[in-house]
């Protein structure tokens, strides 16, 4: 048994892959690591796969419970050329783990142009072509962090709760309806980018672009219909948005990702566990043996 572990800033969450696939696993607050150890014993895992983006005491908390249960541990270190990726981010390994993962899962789901979005503690909003180059991305403020620096900064705002509006009439939704203006801006303008880039030259270089790796083998992911392959796409639809629609596809992922949802156009694919899907890729391509 594999344990496949993302360790955000705000939640651990984990899931198991065997040799059917990835089995449902579970989650607990970053504070509440320690927890963790009952749920891990009855697993019996032999390897674990961790991308880890929460502080240095977190990941020293599950390095020292991970060894206690005598779990060999790969650290997920985003590289510049590895599981179907080009990776021009410098230096590579600034990328966060979890970006990263997500990517692969994105690349080895869907393998087409696509931003990978993920709204959590903070948004990120990564270009990402059909051929697995990472072309850059931006990263917010998440919904709660943007609302709590409001009210800190701000004398009467608050906290805004309210609902998101057209036409916003009240501070509560004039709060609410900024916010999520402002990541769909994000989501949307990177977007964009990523539709007028590709094929293009960016910054001035060509970036190499790795050929998709073979069909066939390895593990099966839920909520894909691929089995151990990229997917393939209706012919004249490779690397776009969808047919009749230009714009590059946004792949939607993270726990506060309801709020863009609704109001992105085309092609939106939503993905409740991105992360954890690219470390199982992440596993099957390092030869772990479930």
Known sequence: MIL???????????MMLNADGIAPGGACPTAEAAGLRRDWVAVAATRAVVACVAGESTRADLAGLL?????????????????????????????????????????????????????????TADMLSADGAFLGGCIVPGPDLMRESLSRGTARVGRGEGERQDFPLDTGAAVTTGIVLALLGVAGGMRERLGRARGA???????????????????TLQD?????????????????????????????TGGARACLAPLLEGAVFEVDDLVLEGLAWIARDLGFAA
């Not at 981010?89 to 783990?97: D, K, T």
């Not at 030259?201 to 593990?219: E, H, I, K, M, N």
Request: proline letters at 8%.
């Open 67 to 123: 060894a206690e249960l005598g779990v060999e541990v790969h650290w997920v270190r985003a590289a510049p050329s590895a599981h179907g990726l080009v990776n021009p981010y410098q230096p590579p390994e600034a990328l966060g783990a979890d970006r990263y993962a997500a990517m692969v899962g994105a690349f080895r789901r869907f393998g087409r142009d696509c931003v990978v979005v993920g709204v959590g503690t903070a948004m």
């Open 201 to 219: 030259r960016v910054d001035g270089t060509d970036l190499p672009l790795p050929a998709s790796p073979a069909s066939g083998g390895g593990v």
């Open 224 to 252: 894909s219909a691929r089995a151990g392959g990229v997917f393939s796409l209706p012919a004249g639809m490779e690397g776009w948005g969808g047919e009749g629609n230009a714009l590059p596809a946004v792949v939607l």
């Open 4 to 14: 496949l572990v993302d360790a955000g800033n705000t939640r651990i969450k984990w």
